[in-house]
């Protein structure tokens, strides 16, 4: 398997809390991938970020990337309700046509 | 923007029978994919395809054959359903593979009796 420590599986949050995710893979990648899925839909990204890239912001999340540990975290800073979601990272696989996921991050944010 | 298109949105069939799943992305992305989630699990790649007419396996295409006869189009079809089976079966697509962001569609889910 791509993932050698698995995702955290869920996470509780109150409104206004900030909360961290977490995933280590195993083989060299170029790119890691953080997409959220909203119950019944399909997963959708919300950011990439690739291996010359130690940190990327997208309005409250932060995501980086450590190429010497081969892991990545994705930081929600004041959770809202509407961040409830699961949230999967994703690298390229080793012919860089797709992508390997990981078992995901159940996040639960109450008001 | 673009968008993928599942269909159908439920699937229920009976224990052994040939089920087709077909998706459609007007993206005129050259990738398109498909992948397998269970209940509480991750995204596992069945079959993936680079090109019109191309087809790759991905490492839970057993059990499953996948047809790409046009770039817009992506089928895939379960070989023979097994009883009491549950997942959901989503489509995505991409323009540079794993370098770029996929786009899925909004699954199709089924059920074996």
């Known amino acids: 398997s791509q993932w050698g420590e698995e995702n955290l599986q869920a996470l509780s949050i109150q409104e206004g809390e900030d909360v961290t995710m977490n995933c280590s893979y195993k083989?060299?990648?170029?790119?890691v991938h953080w997409y959220r899925q909203d119950s019944g839909r399909g997963p959708a990204l919300i950011i990439l970020i690739r291996s010359n890239e130690r940190e990327k912001r997208s309005g409250r999340l932060r995501a980086t990337l450590d190429t010497s540990s081969q892991s990545s975290s994705l930081s929600i800073t004041a959770a809202q309700c509407e961040d409830t979601a699961v949230y999967f990272c994703?690298?390229?696989?080793?012919?860089?046509?797709?992508?390997?996921f990981g078992t995901g991050t159940t996040v639960s944010v109450s008001p | 923007g673009g968008i993928i298109t599942q269909t159908p949105k439920f699937l229920i069939g009976q224990e052994g029978q040939k089920l087709t799943l077909k998706c459609q992305q007007n993206?005129?992305?050259?990738?398109m994919y498909w992948y397998r989630q269970d209940s509480g699990k991750g995204l596992r790649l069945i079959y993936y395809?680079?090109?019109?007419?191309?087809?790759q396996k991905g490492d839970l295409s057993e059990g499953y054959d996948a047809s790409r006869e046009k770039k817009s189009s992506f089928s895939l079809t379960v070989t023979s359903a097994q009883k009491n089976e549950m997942a959901v079966f989503l489509c995505?697509?991409?323009?540079?593979?794993?370098?770029?962001?996929?786009?899925f569609g909004p699954g199709t889910r089924l059920l074996v009796l």
């Open positions: 994703a690298t390229d696989d080793q012919g860089g046509r797709a992508l390997i």
């Open positions: 993206f005129n992305h050259d990738t």
């Open positions: 395809s680079i090109t019109e007419n191309d087809l």
């Open positions: 995505a697509s991409s323009n540079r593979g794993g370098q770029d962001t996929q786009y």
């Open positions: 083989t060299y990648t170029t790119v």
